[in-house]
């Protein structure tokens, strides 16, 4: 296995994560695995989270893929109990199930006089289904797994949770409010954790990136020809380092924070990698 950037060590860890058959989840588990740890990949999609699995096992880690339904906590403990069984009591916790529906996003920016009878999606049009499914996606898909997976915790040393933010909790971005509000409900959720496990000696943190090109949004930031859209243009005018991330500049702040050597008096922390996009006013 390659090491990793900051020579954590993991071995004898057993790491889960939820969202596992996604760009973003997958590295981190790659990530766990290249460090030492026993991860679990969870998934809705159980053929892309095992397509992952085996990519660890083939670079000589330890992996084995679920399907999980991260809105059932019938599912969760029940996968839990596979988990316990395959790999042993979790110690990390990396909970990043999540994501956004067309259901819940406006078509326009900003409001303009007549949209609402307009042949375009307002605030007024709005789903309430979607924007339900959005926050109970982030949110439930947060808190239930937690449910689940941190009872295997309880009167262990060195265990921690680490729960996906994102630039929208700090200020909401146009077009994606129940998305927004579902980030800004995990940075508060996890401060509550932090708070509510503290005694346990369970540590709870979030790190929330910012933009990252990834194959997953490559059609919201590119145009077909590879001209960058509009939106990407007011993205990178926000950036001061005037560039996406990279998904291997999450490896450090990952590592940093569920390494309990080099984090353990830090919990209830919300992370921001993001170039400086939220140290920027735009002037």
């Given amino acids: 296995m390659n090491k990793n950037v900051l020579n954590t060590d ?31 990949l969870l998934d809705l999609n159980l053929q892309a989270a095992q397509g992952y699995a085996d990519e660890i096992v083939k670079e000589g880690g330890i992996a084995k893929a679920y399907s999980c339904n991260v809105l059932s906590k019938e599912i969760c403990l029940d996968v839990a109990k596979q988990v316990l069984s395959d790999l042993g009591p979790c110690d ?58 941190t009872a295997q915790m309880l009167g262990r040393e ?3 949770i680490l729960n996906i933010s994102s630039m929208n909790a700090y200020t909401p971005l146009t077009k994606i409010p129940a998305y927004s509000g579902a980030k800004a409900a995990i940075s508060n959720f996890t401060q509550w954790l932090a708070v509510h496990f503290s005694k346990m000696g369970i540590r709870v943190n979030a790190i929330a990136p910012g933009f990252f090109s990834t194959k997953q949004n490559a059609q919201l930031l590119f145009n ?38 080099a984090s353990a008096f830090i919990t209830g922390v919300v992370l921001p990698i993001d170039g400086g996009f939220s140290a920027y006013s735009g002037v």
Avoid: H, W
């Fill in 10 to 40: 993991l071995s004898g860890k057993v790491a889960v994560v939820t969202g596992a058959g996604g760009i973003l989840c997958s590295y981190f588990a790659k990530v766990l695995a290249r460090a030492g740890a026993r991860v679990a």
């Fill in 92 to 149: 990390i916790l990396i909970n990043g199930a999540g994501g956004n529906s067309p259901r819940a996003t406006t078509d326009k920016e900003y409001y303009e006089d007549g949209d609402i009878d307009a042949d375009t999606k307002s605030f007024f049009d709005l789903d309430a289904d979607g924007v339900g499914f959005v926050f109970n996606l982030n949110f439930l898909g947060t808190l239930l797994p937690t449910q689940a997976f």
């Fill in 158 to 160: 060195g265990c921690s």
């Fill in 224 to 261: 077909p020809d590879g001209t960058p859209t509009a939106r990407t243009g007011k993205i990178l005018a926000a950036t001061p380092m005037g560039r996406f991330g990279q998904t291997e500049e999450l490896e450090g702040g990952l590592l940093f924070l569920i390494d309990n050597k």
